[in-house]
């Protein structure tokens, strides 16, 4: 029998912890198809962020090393200047990447570090039990914003890719979303050409995948997509906000 689909040579042969309806698995699962079908695996070195996807150095076939409470991208920046060869990426869900984690993000986008990161932006605290993440959004209630995010107590919701677009620094960014098995073929696009940027020695790339977390929205997994399509999108516009080919920086590394 022919087989048509099989698990990538990227992703290692265990079950996942994950939540049922939960986009990590997704994320995963391109970043894993980007690493076999561009033959990069055995020179990958992944880094692992705090939150559900702490154990994604199980579950991604390749060089793995933690990278906890929003260091990703420093240490990345290390193993990329030390070991210029490989290809390095970082991880990183909303509360690592632009909470804990926003100085080393902005400062290695800034720098134009030729690594990529995968920011999988679900608008809540996942792993810690809900809490409000930068990106939760007006009225969306979480534990630590009970009666929904109010912007004059809470402030507003951080738009990343447009954030660091301004950066000349930068690259490759954007931002899509797995709501959807169309969304899904354009969210692999963008993560195989983040990682062709870096391949190509261009810079600073980073891929924004808007996710779901159906267990901290309190919602099902079905609702948990809607909620992504319906609520997210209009605040998280989809799109390509920095392109290297044809692209707005005049930052050279080629
Ligand atoms: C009570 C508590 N507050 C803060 C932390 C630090 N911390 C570890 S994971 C995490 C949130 C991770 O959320 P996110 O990065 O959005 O990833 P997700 O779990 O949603 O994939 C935080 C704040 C902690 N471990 N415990
Ligand atoms: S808590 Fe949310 S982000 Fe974490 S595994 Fe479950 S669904 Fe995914």
Redesign the pocket.
Known sequence: MLQVNRRPESLCDVKMHYCPG?G?GIAHRLVAESMDELGVRERTIGVA??????FADDYFNCDMIQG???RGPAIATGLKRCKPDCIVFSY?????????GMAETIHSAGRGENITVIF???A??????G?M?P?TLVGQKATTCPQGRDPLVNGYPMRICELLSQLDGTRYLERVSIHSAAHVIKAKRAVKKAFRCQIEGRGFSLVEIL?T?PT?MGISPLDAVKFVSDQMVPQYPLGVFKDFEGGKSDVSRD
């Open positions: 939960c990590h962020p705090v939150g559900c996807a702490v906890p409470h929003g990183q869900g909303d509360g690592d990447l632009a909470s804990i999988i932006n679900n809540i605290y996942g792993m810690t039990g809490q993440a990106t996710s977390c901290n």
